[in-house]
């Protein structure tokens, strides 16, 4: 198998009533905490109207979390390119691969909430079509070209970005994707990464992960361009992990209810059709519905496989970084995702979990060999020893 890459997506969505300032300052604290766990890369949204959603600009925390971070990759996720005008944010990102240097990445998308929408005057009809023309005219600037041209409400005359990336030629871009075909008719047409963020929210968007593939690869190659490399997609889904499945039950109690009863209030996703009831009778739901998993390292690692089989292989597995368990338990929850669920998932050809099993077969099927073997050393240096003491030596 590919060995899979593992990230987080940090929307974040935080407990309404408490201190913005403590949870901002918590989400940096995880950033380094995921750097130090060796996860690969982490995703940073934006939203500006729920009071949950805290992170009104993506590009100032990843400054923050880079000081704070030495190898984790940190990408906007996504930035709503509708929102803005195109040439600053190409040119924002250019210099956040500076000061990175190259641990930047550039995810789009349309605006996922109506009411951040609402607030500047647009349909998410309307900055569904502005979509693609923002990330044109972002595509063409970063590859050294002078625009002139007018996007929505934003105009461009014969606009040039002061610096070049760092990256070369250019660092990552990629462009989400829920249930219906937009971001992966634009992954493949425009060449970019693509990352399936209704990989698991529902049955459609599960049902639709090989067919998006598949939309990726014909608008590809209709613009003419290479296949997409499954390597650059990435699906996101749902998990909380403790030693016990008791363990992992009662840790949810915190916050499971909660972040559920938000994306039925503001998420407005078609398909996505969330219950409301006690904890367990959630718990049961987001488990047996495919949504993600709650329990020990072994369901997590039967919801990973289950996303590969369905989607016929994908780069890189994104965990949503809510919060369904008070910290402590979270992090411990992240921790036992890299300790116990990611080794089973990476490595060429035989996954790092295989090789230590496969290091301790050999060790036991040579067992006896080995234990005959010692004994004879053993008695060899005793009977050498024997024999100096004889001789005088």
């Known amino acids: ?47 500006h109207s729920t009071g949950r959603d805290l992170i009104a600009s993506p590009e100032i925390f990843i400054a923050a979390a880079a000081e704070r ?12 390119i509708p929102y803005h005008h195109p040439l600053w944010v190409a040119d924002r990102m250019v210099m956040l691969d500076h000061l990175t240097q190259g641990r930047v990445m550039l995810g789009v998308g349309p605006g996922s909430l109506p009411s951040d929408v609402a607030m500047i005057g647009m349909t998410p009809t309307e900055s569904r079509e502005l979509l693609e ?25 014969d606009a040039t970005l002061q610096l070049r ?7 990552e871009i990629a462009v989400a994707a829920t249930a219906s075909p937009t971001g992966a008719r634009l992954a493949g047409s425009r060449g970019v990464s693509l990352i399936s963020l209704g990989a698991t929210m529902s049955q459609d968007g599960f049902d639709a992960l090989a067919y998006h593939w598949g939309i990726a690869t014909e ?37 499971l209810r909660d972040w559920l009863r938000h994306l039925n209030d503001n998420a407005a996703t078609p398909g996505l059709a969330l219950p409301d009831g006690s904890t367990r009778e959630l718990i049961d739901f987001v488990n047996e519905s495919g949504l993600g998993a ?19 292989g994908f780069g890189t597995v994104l965990l949503l970084a809510h919060d369904w368990a008070a910290p402590t338990a979270k992090w411990r929850s992240w921790e036992l995702v890299a300790r116990q669920v990611a080794p089973h998932f990476q490595g060429a050809g035989t996954t790092h979990a295989q090789a230590s099993h496969d290091a301790r077969a050999r060790i036991l099927a040579r067992r006896e060999e080995a234990t005959v ?21």
Not at 69 to 78: A, H, S
Not at 165 to 171: G, I, L, N, S
């Open 1 to 47: 198998m590919t060995t899979l890459r593992f990230g987080a997506f940090l929307p974040p969505i935080h407990p309404l009533g408490e201190s913005p300032t403590w949870w901002l300052r918590h989400d940096l604290d995880f950033m380094a905490h995921l750097d130090r766990l060796g996860f690969d890369e982490a995703w940073i949204g934006e939203h």
């Open 69 to 80: 971070t030495t190898r984790i990759r940190l990408g906007t996720g996504m930035t709503s």
């Open 133 to 157: 023309t923002h990330l044109d005219v972002i595509q063409r600037l970063l590859a050294g070209e002078s625009v002139t041209t007018t996007v929505g409400t934003h105009t461009l005359v």
């Open 165 to 171: 990336p760092y990256t070369e030629p250019c660092f």
């Open 219 to 255: 608008r590809a190659t209709h613009a003419g361009r290479p296949a997409p490399d499954r390597r650059t997609w990435r699906l996101v889904t749902n998990v909380h992990i403790a030693e016990t499945r008791e363990q992992a039950y009662q840790d949810v109690e915190f916050g």
């Open 294 to 312: 709650i329990g020990t390292a072994d369901d997590v690692r039967r919801q990973i496989q289950r996303m590969v089989d369905q989607s016929g």
């Open 373 to 393: 073997a010692a004994g004879a050393a053993l008695e060899h240096m005793n009977r050498k020893y024997a024999e100096e003491v004889a001789g005088g030596s």
